[in-house]
């Protein structure tokens, strides 16, 4: 481990990976910390929405290829939502957008 770093993320999910990807081609040292180990398993953390191909694309290219490309994963084309009166309404997406668990995707 290094003891001098420029950028220091704290945090490694989605927001601090995408940070961290971000600065990739920065010549910055760059270090995330998390309090947890990966890969993990977090329910909350399954949905892979349209938008982050659009990000990854626009960091690289070929990332943003792997990630549409990465295998263990399911594509999500509806969502249905319950409301408190026990009735539920559909939402069908547009763009394209996948669930895959969050450990396998950590891993990924």
Known sequence: MKDFYDVLIVGGGPAGCGCALSLHESNLQVAIVDKESFPRD??????????????????????????R?????????????????????????????????????DNF
């Open 42 to 67: 977090k329910v909350c953390g399954d949905a892979i929405p349209g938008p982050t191909f659009k990000v990854m694309d626009k960091i690289n290219k070929n990332w943003g290829v792997a990630l």
């Open 69 to 105: 490309n990465f295998a263990d994963k399911e594509e999500v084309k509806t969502s249905r939502a319950f409301v408190p009166n026990g009735q539920s309404f559909s939402i069908n997406w547009k763009g394209y957008s996948y669930n895959s668990k969050r450990i396998h995707f």
